[in-house]
């Protein structure tokens, strides 16, 4: 009880800084000191930058900028690219700079006797004073260290700072190196001394990838989330963290059907899909994934709702004249505004920068319905933790807006087989839909099957269907073929059955 | 025979303060020549002066006079190292451990 009521004092202050908030739950702790730590080029200085910077954008809170390593002119460059215009919040008071970065002017300086930093700790609090600040930043603690003998001295300086800043009831970012990105918390032990709230900021090459992510290692007296969430920069915006678990999973099932297009698809999954349910389509290459988005969309225009396809193996193109060779028009769709269709190619960017700018299609376009197609392409740009994160990430934004998903994964081999999508996604799906080649007497025909359908009775035939210029047809179930999913379909003859050797082994 | 003029930053009336200005006053009777100025200025009364100079530790002297600006930070302990740093003539008979530590 006692440290429910202790963890409770401890006021949040929102950082406004994307997703940050929702990891640390609530933002930094108020009129205290953060240490933010990270090896060179965990974008340390950004999120410093950004602290301020929407403090002042969003909260209306003015800030100070102590720099040690940039001097400023650089970082105000540096941050226009964020469209953080810190030229004009100098000129209005909403940002002041402390420069005590190391200008070439500045020459060896000699130290005879005892010092301490009382001027720059004078100049933070005149600087404070000047704009009214709430929020501090301080980038980075290092440069500060290899400037003077007396580390001791500069440790004892640094928690004087930090305790003059509480008495200004602001709250401070305080950025400090790393050497290793698994190790001490920081150099020079800085940690020992702002010890009370801790934030790391990671660059890791995985698989000769980057991987960039963000952990609150811990907020003394108030609670956050654990362990490393992925994070990603981009251009006009600055920093963004990715939630994942964090985003709060308050998706009602709904008992509501809908349309997959396909009536005998429908009938096999009891009555169509759930309305704001996750389906896994998996097949191998023309097995007729892409199809089975199509119908997917048409028949939510059908019904009035608004479709959203990001298409990540087909041209725009590509994907309008294969709908119309099975009857469906994209562009009509699109002219009644029912239809957006955002084609890319997974290489151009990292799977953090894809979920972002997915989810503010998803945002924007308010779609009933979201189809991806495939997950496979994107799970060639990224690791193999990477692309969890992402697919856990996208089914959790994608079930939070309530809406239905569906997504395609190719598998590796033309028969049977599995794909590594399947394995990191098959358990948050809801419904899963296997297509497969079946070779019969020397020829190659389609089948298709709903393997999973929560919630709802379906059926579990392995059924024929074909494609022609009406889409997709849905015929009997194969009858006398067996090890149709293993890949190796073998023909059963009626005596066979007759015998009862089906339900034999071997 | 140059004439100087030095400026001693400090912050409020702290023992670290007062033995600063008392070592500089110290170095600054021991200096070769005549007409030398300083001037101790207490940053907590104009800290806009301290970010002009883009100080950071305290206490700071600078030598302003004659150009180049030339700074050493500290209570300023010893006059000869002081004078070494700064480039100052000492007058002769100077000693060591005149000034107070």
Request: aromatic residues 6%; proline residues 3%.
């Given at each position: 009880m006692d440290k429910d009521r202790h963890v409770s004092s401890v006021q949040k202050v929102p950082t406004g800084i994307n997703g940050f908030d929702a990891i640390a739950n609530g933002g930094l702790p108020s009129q205290r000191t953060t240490l933010v730590a990270g090896t060179a080029g965990s974008a340390k200085t950004v999120f410093a930058c950004q602290f301020l910077a929407e403090g002042i954008i969003q909260f209306g809170e003015t800030g100070v900028f102590v720099t040690f390593e940039e001097p400023p002119s650089d970082i105000r460059r540096n941050m226009q690219g964020f469209n953080w215009d810190i030229d004009t919040w100098e000129a209005e008071g909403k940002w002041v700079f402390v420069d005590a970065s190391i200008s070439?002017?500045?020459?060896e300086i000699a130290a005879i006797g005892h010092y301490d930093l009382g001027a720059l700790l004078a100049r933070i609090e005149h600087a404070i004073a000047k704009v009214g600040a709430k929020r501090v930043s301080l980038d980075s603690l290092g440069a500060i260290f290899s400037r003077f003998q007396d580390s001791n001295m500069i440790r004892s300086e640094l928690l004087r700072i930090a305790m003059t800043l509480k008495r200004h009831n602001v709250t401070t970012v305080m950025t400090a190196e790393r050497?290793?990105?698994?190790?001490?918390?920081?150099?020079?032990?800085?940690?020992?001394?702002?010890?009370?709230n801790v934030v790391i900021l990671r660059n890791v090459l995985e698989e000769e990838k980057r991987r960039r992510t963000i952990e609150v290692l811990k907020f003394r007296g108030a609670y956050h989330q654990k362990g490393e969430y992925p994070l990603t920069i981009l251009p006009g915006q600055g920093v963004t963290v990715i939630p994942l678990s964090a985003i709060?999973?308050?998706?009602r099932s709904s008992e509501v059907r809908i349309s997959s297009g396909v009536g005998e698809i429908d009938e096999m999954c009891g009555g169509g899909f759930f309305r704001d349910s996750i389906i896994l389509v998996s097949g191998a290459t023309g097995t007729g994934k892409t199809l089975i988005v199509t119908h997917f969309l048409a028949g939510g225009a059908l019904a009035e709702e608004r479709c959203l396809v990001f298409a990540f193996e087909e041209s725009r193109e590509q994907l309008f004249r294969n709908a119309i060779g099975w009857g469906i028009d994209f562009a009509e769709m699109e002219r009644q505004g029912r239809l957006m269709v955002v084609c890319a190619y997974?290489?151009?960017?990292g799977l953090e920068d894809h979920l972002v700018s997915m989810r503010a299609a998803i945002a924007t376009f308010k779609p009933n319905r979201v189809a991806v197609d495939s997950l496979s392409a994107l799970e060639r740009v990224s690791t193999v933790r990477g692309f969890r994160e992402f697919v856990i990430g996208l089914t959790s934004y994608i079930k939070h807006q309530e809406i239905a998903g569906l997504f395609t994964s190719t598998t590796p081999t033309l028969l049977g087989g599995t794909s590594v999508t399947e394995a990191h996604i098959s358990t948050i799906t809801d419904s899963i839909v296997l297509l497969r080649y079946v070779e019969i007497d020397g020829e190659m025909r389609r089948g298709m099957t709903v393997l999973k359908m929560r919630g709802s009775r379906h059926d579990k035939n392995i059924r024929e269907f074909s494609i022609d210029e009406k889409g997709m047809h849905v015929g009997k179930?194969?009858?006398?073929?067996?090890?149709i999913l293993a890949g190796n379909p073998t023909q059963i003859s009626a005596e066979d059955i007759k015998k009862g050797q089906l339900i034999q082994p071997g | 025979m140059p004439k100087y003029y030095l400026k001693l930053f400090v912050i409020g009336r702290t023992p670290r303060s007062q033995l600063a200005i008392a070592n500089l006053q110290s170095l600054m009777r021991h200096?070769?020549?005549?007409g030398h100025e300083f001037e101790v200025i207490d940053i907590l009364e104009k800290p806009e002066l301290a970010e002009q100079e883009r100080l950071?530790?305290?206490?700071t002297l600078i030598k302003?006079?004659?150009?180049?600006p030339v700074r050493v930070i500290g209570d300023l302990s010893d006059t000869q190292a002081v004078a070494d740093a700064l480039g100052l003539e000492l007058s002769t008979g100077h000693a060591r451990g005149s000034s107070h530590g």
């Amino acid at each position: 009880m006692d440290k429910d009521r202790h963890v409770s004092s401890v006021q949040k202050v929102p950082t406004g800084i994307n997703g940050f908030d929702a990891i640390a739950n609530g933002g930094l702790p108020s009129q205290r000191t953060t240490l933010v730590a990270g090896t060179a080029g965990s974008a340390k200085t950004v999120f410093a930058c950004q602290f301020l910077a929407e403090g002042i954008i969003q909260f209306g809170e003015t800030g100070v900028f102590v720099t040690f390593e940039e001097p400023p002119s650089d970082i105000r460059r540096n941050m226009q690219g964020f469209n953080w215009d810190i030229d004009t919040w100098e000129a209005e008071g909403k940002w002041v700079f402390v420069d005590a970065s190391i200008s070439p002017s500045d020459q060896e300086i000699a130290a005879i006797g005892h010092y301490d930093l009382g001027a720059l700790l004078a100049r933070i609090e005149h600087a404070i004073a000047k704009v009214g600040a709430k929020r501090v930043s301080l980038d980075s603690l290092g440069a500060i260290f290899s400037r003077f003998q007396d580390s001791n001295m500069i440790r004892s300086e640094l928690l004087r700072i930090a305790m003059t800043l509480k008495r200004h009831n602001v709250t401070t970012v305080m950025t400090a190196e790393r050497n290793r990105e698994y190790g001490d918390i920081a150099r020079y032990g800085v940690e020992e001394f702002v010890s009370d709230n801790v934030v790391i900021l990671r660059n890791v090459l995985e698989e000769e990838k980057r991987r960039r992510t963000i952990e609150v290692l811990k907020f003394r007296g108030a609670y956050h989330q654990k362990g490393e969430y992925p994070l990603t920069i981009l251009p006009g915006q600055g920093v963004t963290v990715i939630p994942l678990s964090a985003i709060e999973l308050r998706q009602r099932s709904s008992e509501v059907r809908i349309s997959s297009g396909v009536g005998e698809i429908d009938e096999m999954c009891g009555g169509g899909f759930f309305r704001d349910s996750i389906i896994l389509v998996s097949g191998a290459t023309g097995t007729g994934k892409t199809l089975i988005v199509t119908h997917f969309l048409a028949g939510g225009a059908l019904a009035e709702e608004r479709c959203l396809v990001f298409a990540f193996e087909e041209s725009r193109e590509q994907l309008f004249r294969n709908a119309i060779g099975w009857g469906i028009d994209f562009a009509e769709m699109e002219r009644q505004g029912r239809l957006m269709v955002v084609c890319a190619y997974p290489e151009v960017m990292g799977l953090e920068d894809h979920l972002v700018s997915m989810r503010a299609a998803i945002a924007t376009f308010k779609p009933n319905r979201v189809a991806v197609d495939s997950l496979s392409a994107l799970e060639r740009v990224s690791t193999v933790r990477g692309f969890r994160e992402f697919v856990i990430g996208l089914t959790s934004y994608i079930k939070h807006q309530e809406i239905a998903g569906l997504f395609t994964s190719t598998t590796p081999t033309l028969l049977g087989g599995t794909s590594v999508t399947e394995a990191h996604i098959s358990t948050i799906t809801d419904s899963i839909v296997l297509l497969r080649y079946v070779e019969i007497d020397g020829e190659m025909r389609r089948g298709m099957t709903v393997l999973k359908m929560r919630g709802s009775r379906h059926d579990k035939n392995i059924r024929e269907f074909s494609i022609d210029e009406k889409g997709m047809h849905v015929g009997k179930p194969f009858r006398n073929v067996s090890g149709i999913l293993a890949g190796n379909p073998t023909q059963i003859s009626a005596e066979d059955i007759k015998k009862g050797q089906l339900i034999q082994p071997g | 025979m140059p004439k100087y003029y030095l400026k001693l930053f400090v912050i409020g009336r702290t023992p670290r303060s007062q033995l600063a200005i008392a070592n500089l006053q110290s170095l600054m009777r021991h200096l070769s020549g005549a007409g030398h100025e300083f001037e101790v200025i207490d940053i907590l009364e104009k800290p806009e002066l301290a970010e002009q100079e883009r100080l950071l530790a305290t206490p700071t002297l600078i030598k302003t006079v004659p150009a180049p600006p030339v700074r050493v930070i500290g209570d300023l302990s010893d006059t000869q190292a002081v004078a070494d740093a700064l480039g100052l003539e000492l007058s002769t008979g100077h000693a060591r451990g005149s000034s107070h530590g």
